[in-house]
């Protein structure tokens, strides 16, 4: 009898060991749970946001989570800032506009990031072949975000201007249409739209990436107030993104479609950008080294009403992240 309850004893214990497929334990959010209204993109950049609720993990840290979807990361910080959500995921241009309009906003993590996201997608048969050949066409971008600040990166570094071109600005959702109906020539954009466009364009579509020119991060903000008044919650939310993190490191193809299905987008779209980004839970001194870069690309080109540099570094809310990872924090103020 002993032999037999031994048999079946190391039996669990090996099932309990086998890691080779992804656990989906039930989780139940209790009555207590705090409620939080998270405003988020379809975007690959909002990937860790996708996992956690698919997994989740935000109920398994006491989150009743509602997910508000946005077009693009301008949008989704907006709603914070009218009050319709608590936290949105946005890339650092739109919260460097922010800080510079006066708003009290604090970035929690970073959870993406890229030299890869953003190209200019150009049509060949507007007689473009090079980035140079830019000059003088109409390009597409959507104001205020990491759009318009790569494209001015991309003009300067051809020894071009916003002066030497026809800008046309566009909503993220417009691009697509735009470039089909030869209302632009070129637009300046990120995945997904990006990755669309050049395969709707076939042969006649030329995409001018610059690794070097821009490194994009993809973030979590709050409201600071928000912030102040929900310590604990904020941490539990940041413990459901690092667990996001460990299952997309550890189970990316199964991550590729909890992405795909959320996003409704095709599965080989996702796995077609899927390494152009590294999705982590971190706050580096990248952050702060962009912010700065951009605030002296918006004072040169008067696209601001401040003179000053603000102290970005104030923006930033390192305890969250210290508290549950110490070690993926990399900024000393």
């Known amino acids: 009898m002993w032999k037999a309850l031994l048999a079946i004893t190391a039996t669990l214990i090996i099932a309990g060991c086998d890691d080779s497929t992804p656990s989906n334990p039930t989780h139940t959010a209790t009555a207590a749970s705090q409620k939080m209204r998270v405003a988020y993109t379809y975007q690959p950049q909002s990937t860790l946001i996708h996992v956690a609720a698919a997994q989740r993990y935000f109920a398994e840290e006491g989150l009743d989570v509602q997910l508000l979807q946005h077009t693009h990361g301008k949008a989704a910080l907006q709603s914070v800032l009218d009050g319709q959500a608590d936290i949105a995921t946005v890339a650092e241009t739109p919260v460097m506009f922010s800080v510079l309009s006066g708003a009290r906003i604090f970035v929690l993590a970073n959870i993406e990031s890229s030299t890869l996201n ?195 570094a104030s923006y930033v809310y390192l305890d969250g992240l210290l508290a549950v990872k110490p070690d993926a924090v990399f900024i000393h103020k």
């Open 118 to 312: 953003n190209a200019i997608v150009a049509n060949m048969d507007a007689g473009i072949k090079t980035a140079e050949d830019l000059n003088g066409k109409r390009i597409g971008y959507t104001a205020g975000t990491t759009s318009e600040f790569f494209l001015d990166s991309m003009l300067t570094t051809k020894g071009l201007g916003k002066g030497d071109i026809r800008a046309v600005a566009l909503k993220p959702d417009e691009m697509q249409q735009a470039m089909l109906s030869r209302q632009v020539d070129a637009v300046s954009t990120w995945n997904y739209p990006l990755t669309q466009i050049k395969h709707r364009l076939g042969t006649s579509g030329v995409v001018f990436y610059d690794r070097q020119i821009y490194t994009e991060t993809f973030n979590i903000v709050a409201k600071q107030d928000f912030v102040d008044q929900h310590a604990e919650a904020v941490k539990r939310f940041l413990r459901a993104l690092i667990k996001a993190e460990e299952f997309v490191e550890k189970y990316p193809v199964d991550a590729q479609n909890i992405v795909a299905a959320a996003a409704k987008i095709d599965i080989q779209l996702v796995r077609e950008v899927w390494d152009a980004s590294n999705y982590k839970v971190v706050l580096d001194q990248t952050l702060l080294l962009t912010l700065e870069d951009e605030t002296r690309w918006a004072l040169k080109n008067r696209l601001t009403e401040q003179s000053d540099m603000p102290d970005y």
